[in-house]
């Protein structure tokens, strides 16, 4: 049964057997297809890859100014200030926090789950989770002021027995997101070992065998290995599993252990977690389909995946929008005149416009993804992604700010407004993912080899059965 690869607005049969691989495929044919696009010359690259890494390369250099500025001249050139001592560098730490999940959910939870149309995009998504958290873990070193001494952080054995305050959910970041970024290492590399001894075995020059063979450890595919391999993998799934929730609870905690009004409650490390799941869905749906379509891998990363993709993040949207609806009646069922009047000021005041969009990008927007048209419409799906990324962004950005200037005290009320700098800092994050990114899928093979590779051999069963008991 040959592949369908689906247009726009075109209605969706059900998916057959083989529907996860493409017309025709064999083992040598799933090895050319995907390694071939490390193998292909830069000077045969996409025109849009090569657009899109020159200009993300200049994000990066962005990023190194005003990362030069900051060292040289202090946190002073940030628009933090009193009360709002914390802005966009918390603010970003959280939102790419969040996007990192997504990657950790795919690879390691639905393997669990044993969904297997996760194979053609868990690789790219756990790459995603690596770069992501190397975004995040800037902001903190960043914000410290003296980010030469970030190893203050750890509790390290020193003269002056100086230790961090175990008790600040500020260092439990520390060590959340560290092991969740050693973790999602560890499990990412483990995967990627048999793809690169395919890789050393098919590659075309001498020194990129030399390369792919030392990085792929020895790896012959004998039954020995293949029995480690999978435990390992599983023991590996099931430590990263629990991570899931964990880390972006930890972070929720920054909040919710204060008595800031908009921060002390009991809803947010649930909250937070099913945002990290839907920006982190968001970002993965962002960036597979434009590579997707320039690499012409429609029949690796067919309409299934988007799909499936789709129903996940307007699943965790309506958790999120469980969440607001739940910060609103806990501001008015607390009786809390000063949690009334942070949602008030929040829906009202001078920021009430960054809440309007965050409700239109984040909760009624997605409800398109309701209609079986609009999810099979990559267009529609492409451009929705991306407002909700928009809209998590916009989510942290009230949680931080609306809570901090408007204080108890209206002596002590102040505004937030954004430099220059704080722009050109994010924006040079978003420049050094994306780089990573492209990156990426010329260095190493960004959907798993073996794993189609399975799914194909799965498929060619259930068509032999199928046509068997016909």
Same mark, same amino acid.
């Given at each position: 049964?040959?592949?369908?690869?689906?247009?726009?607005?075109?209605?969706?049969?059900?998916?057959?057997?083989?529907?996860?691989?493409?017309?025709?495929?064999?083992?040598?044919?799933?090895?050319?297809?995907?390694?071939?696009?490390?193998?292909?010359?830069?000077?045969?690259?996409?025109?849009?890859?090569?657009?899109?890494?020159?200009?993300?390369?200049?994000?990066?250099?962005?990023?190194?100014?005003?990362?030069?500025?900051?060292?040289?001249?202090?946190?002073?050139?940030?628009?933090?200030?009193?009360?709002?001592?914390?802005?966009?560098?918390?603010?970003?730490?959280?939102?790419?926090?969040?996007?990192?999940?997504?990657?950790?959910?795919?690879?390691?939870?639905?393997?669990?789950?044993?969904?297997?149309?996760?194979?053609?995009?868990?690789?790219?998504?756990?790459?995603?989770?690596?770069?992501?958290?190397?975004?995040?873990?800037?902001?903190?070193?960043?914000?410290?002021?003296?980010?030469?001494?970030?190893?203050?952080?750890?509790?390290?054995?020193?003269?002056?027995?100086?230790?961090?305050?175990?008790?600040?959910?500020?260092?439990?970041?520390?060590?959340?997101?560290?092991?969740?970024?050693?973790?999602?290492?560890?499990?990412?590399?483990?995967?990627?070992?048999?793809?690169?001894?395919?890789?050393?075995?098919?590659?075309?020059?001498?020194?990129?065998?030399?390369?792919?063979?030392?990085?792929?450890?020895?790896?012959?595919?004998?039954?020995?290995?293949?029995?480690?391999?999978?435990?390992?993998?599983?023991?590996?799934?099931?430590?990263?599993?629990?991570? @899931?929730?964990?880390?972006?609870?930890?972070?929720?905690?920054?909040?919710?252990?204060? @008595?800031?009004?908009?921060?002390?409650?009991?809803?947010?490390?649930?909250?937070?977690?099913?945002?990290?799941?839907?920006?982190?869905?968001?970002?993965?749906?962002?960036?597979?389909?434009?590579?997707?379509?320039?690499?012409?891998?429609?029949?690796?990363?067919?309409?299934?995946?988007?799909?499936?993709?789709?129903?996940?993040?307007?699943?965790?949207?309506?958790?999120?929008?469980?969440?607001?609806?739940?910060?609103?009646?806990?501001?008015?069922?607390?009786?809390?005149?000063?949690?009334?009047?942070?949602?008030?000021?929040?829906?009202?005041?001078?920021?009430?416009?960054?809440?309007?969009?965050?409700?239109?990008?984040?909760?009624?927007?997605?409800?398109?993804?309701?209609?079986?048209?609009?999810?099979?419409?990559?267009?529609?799906?492409?451009?929705?992604?991306?407002?909700?990324?928009?809209?998590?962004?916009?989510?942290?950005?009230?949680?931080?700010?609306?809570?901090?200037?408007?204080?108890?005290?209206?002596?002590?009320?102040?505004?937030?407004?954004?430099?220059?700098?704080?722009?050109?800092?994010?924006?040079?994050?978003?420049?050094?993912?994306?780089?990573?990114?492209?990156?990426?899928?010329?260095?190493?093979?960004?959907?798993?080899?073996?794993?189609?590779?399975?799914?194909?051999?799965?498929?060619?069963?259930?068509?032999?059965?199928?046509?068997?008991?016909?």
């Amino acid at each position: 049964m040959a592949t369908t690869e689906y247009l726009p607005k075109q209605e969706m049969p059900d998916p057959g057997p083989d529907q996860i691989l493409g017309p025709g495929h064999d083992n040598n044919t799933v090895t050319e297809r995907i390694a071939g696009i490390v193998y292909l010359p830069l000077t045969k690259a996409p025109r849009k890859w090569l657009i899109g890494a020159f200009i993300s390369f200049v994000f990066v250099n962005i990023l190194m100014g005003a990362m030069w500025v900051l060292f040289t001249k202090g946190i002073g050139i940030w628009g933090v200030n009193i009360p709002v001592g914390w802005g966009f560098a918390i603010v970003n730490f959280v939102w790419w926090i969040g996007i990192g999940h997504a990657g950790t959910l795919i690879s390691a939870i639905l393997f669990l789950l044993k969904q297997d149309w996760r194979t053609s995009i868990n690789r790219f998504s756990e790459a995603m989770t690596l770069f992501a958290v190397a975004c995040a873990g800037m902001f903190p070193i960043l914000h410290l002021g003296r980010p030469w001494l970030a190893y203050w952080l750890f509790p390290y054995p020193n003269s002056m027995w100086l230790w961090p305050q175990p008790r600040s959910p500020l260092e439990w970041d520390v060590f959340a997101v560290s092991t969740y970024g050693t973790i999602s290492l560890v499990f990412w590399y483990t995967g990627l070992v048999p793809d690169l001894a395919s890789m050393r075995d098919t590659a075309p020059h001498l020194w990129q065998r030399k390369i792919y063979g030392v990085l792929s450890l020895g790896w012959r595919g004998s039954a020995r290995h293949w029995h480690r391999y999978q435990k390992a993998y599983l023991l590996l799934a099931g430590l990263a599993t629990p991570l @899931v929730l964990s880390v972006h609870t930890i972070v929720s905690f920054d909040f919710a252990i204060s @008595v800031i009004p908009g921060w002390h409650t009991t809803i947010f490390p649930p909250y937070f977690v099913a945002g990290a799941i839907y920006s982190g869905f968001a970002m993965v749906l962002t960036l597979i389909i434009p590579l997707r379509s320039w690499y012409n891998m429609r029949d690796l990363i067919t309409m299934r995946h988007i799909e499936a993709a789709a129903k996940l993040m307007l699943g965790t949207g309506l958790i999120v929008a469980y969440g607001y609806a739940m910060e609103a009646f806990f501001a008015w069922y607390s009786g809390d005149k000063y949690e009334s009047f942070m949602y008030w000021n929040r829906v009202t005041g001078p920021y009430a416009f960054t809440y309007a969009l965050l409700i239109l990008c984040n909760i009624l927007l997605p409800q398109l993804l309701w209609i079986r048209k609009v999810r099979l419409n990559i267009t529609l799906v492409w451009i929705l992604s991306i407002i909700i990324n928009i809209g998590m962004w916009l989510e942290r950005f009230e949680i931080v700010v609306t809570s901090l200037h408007r204080d108890f005290l209206p002596s002590s009320w102040g505004t937030y407004i954004p430099t220059v700098w704080d722009v050109a800092t994010y924006a040079g994050t978003i420049g050094f993912f994306l780089f990573l990114i492209f990156l990426f899928v010329r260095a190493l093979p960004s959907i798993s080899i073996f794993e189609v590779r399975e799914d194909m051999h799965h498929a060619k069963h259930l068509q032999h059965a199928y046509e068997e008991k016909v």
